[in-house]
Nanobody, 130 residues
Framework: QVQLVESGGGSVQAGGSLRLSCAAS????????MGWFRQAPGKEREGVAS??????????YYADSVKGRFTISQDNAKNTVYLQLNSLKPDDTAMYYC?????????????????????WGQGTQVTVSS
């Protein structure tokens, strides 16, 4: 069965950086849609970034709140997706989840809805102090 295992969360001060990793098993990331979501206490789950490679091109989506600060990438040889978090703010504090869509369904370039993703990791906590 598909497994997504996140790592790399932690506690940092504002302005700091973290790199989150999501290792996938029983699922090939190289040709499928992968994403990162986050959920803060009392708030809805929010799509942060997605990545999808098809036809020789790679497509990205970023939430407005993270554009220019977060970068999603993937290492196909390791079957792992990364999320580089830079210039972190206290508002970035949340549980971060890796997610994957059903194979061969692609990614939307305009939004990320949790209901469009079928596979989820357990999450990794990111805490940013001011």
């Amino acid at each position: 069965q598909v497994q997504l295992v996140e790592s790399g969360g932690g506690s940092v001060q504002a302005g700091g950086s973290l790199r989150l990793s999501c290792a996938a098993s029983e699922y090939t990331i190289s040709t499928n849609c992968m994403g990162w979501f986050r959920q803060a206490p009392g708030k809805e789950r929010e799509g942060v970034a997605s990545i999808y490679a098809a036809g020789g091109a790679t497509y990205y989506y970023y939430a407005d709140s993270v554009k220019g600060r977060f970068t999603i990438s993937q290492d196909n040889a390791k079957n792992t997706v990364y999320l580089q978090l830079n210039s972190l703010k206290p508002d970035d504090t949340a549980m971060y989840y890796c997610a994957a869509r059903v194979p061969r369904t692609g990614c939307s370039l305009y939004s990320m809805r949790p209901q469009d993703y079928s596979y989820w990791g357990q999450g990794t906590q990111v805490t940013v102090s001011s």
